[in-house]
Nanobody, 125 residues
């Protein structure tokens, strides 16, 4: 059973930035897999917002964050990062990483095999 752990959430003012991190606490190798980031705003369905294929560096961003986010990986550290800038109140919610899905030109697949518990972002002045 893969155990994904997210960190980096918190309280930030509108216009601020956060860098979220995802790793496998059980040591599962993330270097050659696809990793997805998902956002669930309060009262809304979970949305796939970004993904990276770690084997070739392909990345995808949803329209909601394209242009103000960067997904990256540190293979040596087995970490995946999602930097989100110019945060807005609609960015509030739970951010979760997942593996075992598809990341391609069509975006993120709906089905992913393993999920983390998520990290909370609150955007407020």
């Amino acid at each position: 059973q893969v155990q994904l752990v997210e960190s980096g959430g918190g309280l930030v003012q509108p216009g601020g930035s956060l860098r979220l991190s995802c790793t496998a606490s059980d040591g599962h190798d993330l270097r050659y897999t696809a990793i997805g980031w998902f956002h669930q705003a309060p009262g809304k369905e979970r949305e796939g917002i970004s993904c990276i294929r770690n084997n070739n560096g392909f990345t995808h961003y949803a329209d909601s964050i394209r242009g103000r986010s960067t997904i990256s990986s540190d293979k040596a550290a087995n970490m995946i990062y999602l930097q989100v800038d110019n945060l807005k109140t609609e960015d509030q919610g739970i951010y979760t990483c997942a593996i075992g899905g598809v990341c391609d030109l069509d975006g993120l697949s709906r089905r992913w095999d393993y999920w983390g518990q998520g990290t909370q972002i609150t955007v407020s002045s």
